[in-house]
Every structure is written in structure tokens, then in C-alpha cells.
């Protein structure tokens, strides 16, 4: 399984940003085209490992958003997206995300207190963006049911959870060798 996934991962170009390694996926990028296969992959192996008893599925902008649309048709699940751009609408939370090669304001809507969500997300490198993100939704007093990023790389998902107390479901961990993505693991190994 995943094998889609897997072969786009290690055709990725590598692009410096800084000291950055940064993967050119479409997974996380948009680019090259996403094979709707490799969607469906990453889709089929979320719903059968997450517990789906949620209100709303929460996505990051951008690369979170056809993640959860994705799973949102997968399961019949509303979503919402944290979006880049404030909108000023009543209860809205501004939040700093600050990641391996930037740093953004985000702004979450649409989110009240006691609501069962699941956030997912492209990618954990640093663990900037869900550290922020984790702690914004705590704030409003969302009940985080769960967390999925589907790429991890680095050390990421241990800082975020580390630091969160929220445990992060990744489907594949990758790294960047000598210009190379490598897979180390999957979920399904």
C-alpha cells in the first residue's frame, strides 16, 4: 500500500530555501499535478487508522485544504479551513505560525468551544505551523480528537507533541539525503 505515495515522495526535486531542504511534492505542494491515486492513498489509510467520531475536520492553508476535502468526501465530515487571510468575523482567533522558511498570521473561524475536531495537515518538519496552530485551538477550547500530518520530516512530530501533549499520526517519514528524498517508514510497514 502507499505506493503511489511512496513513488511520488522520492521523485520530489529538492529545492534549498536558506539551510532549508525543501521537497517539491504535490502532496504538499500542488506541484507537479496530483495524481487522484495518490490522494485516495493517503485518504483510505487516514480513515482506517482515525478515530472519525469528530464534528469537523480543520485544515491549514494551503496544502491542508485538498487533504481535508478529500476526507471530508471520504467520510460525509464538514471541514474548515485556518486560513492566511483575516476576515474579521465575530470570534475569529489570530494565531503566529512561524515555519522552516517563513513566518505568517493565520486566522481560525468557524470553531466554538467543546466542538470534536480533527486537524490535518501536509507535512511536520519543524513543528512551528501545528505548535501555534495546537495551541490557538486549545484556546478557543476545541476537543482535538486527533492530528495527522501525512509527510513527517525531521524531528517535527516528536517537538510538536513534545510541546503540545497531542500525539501526531503521520503516514509517511521521510528525510532528505544527499538531495534525495528517502523513505524511512510508513504507517503501513
Known sequence: MLEKVKKSL???PIVK??????FVNPISDGVPAMDPEILKELIDVAVKHIDLN???????????IHLATALSLATGLPFVIIRKREYGLEGEKEVYQETGYGSSNLYINDLKAGEKILLIDDVVSTGGTLISV?????DIGVD?????ATIEKGDGKRVVETE????????VK?????GEV???STIED
Open 10 to 12: 522520492k521523485e520530489s
Open 182 to 184: 528517502v523513505i524511512q
Open 134 to 138: 495546537i495551541g490557538a485551538l486549545k
Open 164 to 171: 503540545t501533549g497531542i500525539p501526531i499520526f503521520s503516514i
Open 54 to 64: 469528530v464534528d469537523k475536520i480543520v485544515a491549514i492553508e494551503a496544502m491542508g
Open 144 to 148: 482535538i480528537k486527533g492530528v495527522i
Open 17 to 22: 530555501k536558506g539551510e532549508y531542504n525543501y
Open 174 to 178: 521521510i528525510d532528505v539525503i544527499d
